[in-house]
């Protein structure tokens, strides 16, 4: 009962994505349901597949080492679906998957790491970009003088974030709201090299993948592992850490006298 629940909602949310989508591409359509099959369960079974297939087939274009089969993954589907015989047992076929997909994954890792290694030996002679000891580049985009955030100090900042292929993977400045955090808390990349910026200034920041989401990655894949990273960021304050003074525990001391004459007292007796 649980697993039909389940199906009927990811269904449901398929088709009201599928609605939306539509409906952003022109509002003035509206098309009345047909029946385009024998049967309204054909054409309910058609449609759901035909909007299930195309969702999937977007997710396809992520799995590793970007290539499938399509008629072959049809054909298994299909398989299992009607519960026939398949030419691999499920079992087998679980393990090759899962062999596969965790090799396609470290040779993805490699191109990733080889693909930013090459990025940053270009990118370190272009005009203007500088680079750190800790391999860190950046170029100044907007110079300003004045004091310099602390490692340890929060810092209010506007950025853009993009793999070394342009794809914009996270901005604030397209949520329409800046981000505050503590500089400590925060990819190595930012933290040492926001510490180089003053307020009103902007930089562009070239990443290491040692500097950032290191060899796993971050956002469900939306950041692969090994990834060079590029930042543009403004920093816009400054929130230094308000040092609080240490709560002594004080307990009061008993009276030298007070003691002496509870001895002098108990040896009378």
Known sequence: ??????????????????EAKNKKKDKAVV????????????????????????????????IPGGKSNVDLLIKGFSTAMKGDTTLIKPEVAAEYFK?????AQAQDAELKKADGEKFLAE?????????????????????????????????????????????KFDSSIDRGE?????????????????????????????????????????????IPAYATLVFEIELLDI??????????DVKPVTPVKAVQRAKTHSVKK
């Open 31 to 62: 098309q009345a349901p047909v029946q385009i099959l024998v049967n309204d369960v054909d054409s309910m079974s058609y449609a759901l597949g035909m909007n299930v297939g195309g969702d999937f087939a977007k997710n396809l274009k992520g």
């Open 1 to 18: 009962m649980k697993k039909t629940i389940l199906f009927i909602a990811a269904a449901t949310l398929v088709f009201t994505a599928v």
């Open 239 to 248: 929130k230094p850490v308000k040092e609080v003074a240490p709560v002594v």
């Open 123 to 167: 990118n370190k002679t272009k005009e203007g970009v500088q680079t750190t000891a800790s391999g860190l580049q950046y170029k100044v985009l907007v110079a300003k003088d004045g004091p310099k955030p602390q490692a340890t100090d929060s810092v209010k900042v506007n950025y853009e974030g993009f793999l070394i292929d342009g794809k």
């Open 99 to 103: 062999n596969y997909i965790s090799k």
């Open 178 to 222: 800046p981000i505050t955090f503590p500089l400590n808390q925060v990819i190595p990349g930012w933290t040492e090299g926001v510490q180089l910026m003053s307020v009103g200034s902007k930089y562009k920041f070239f990443v290491p993948y040692t500097l950032a989401y290191g060899e796993k990655g971050a956002g469900n894949g939306v």
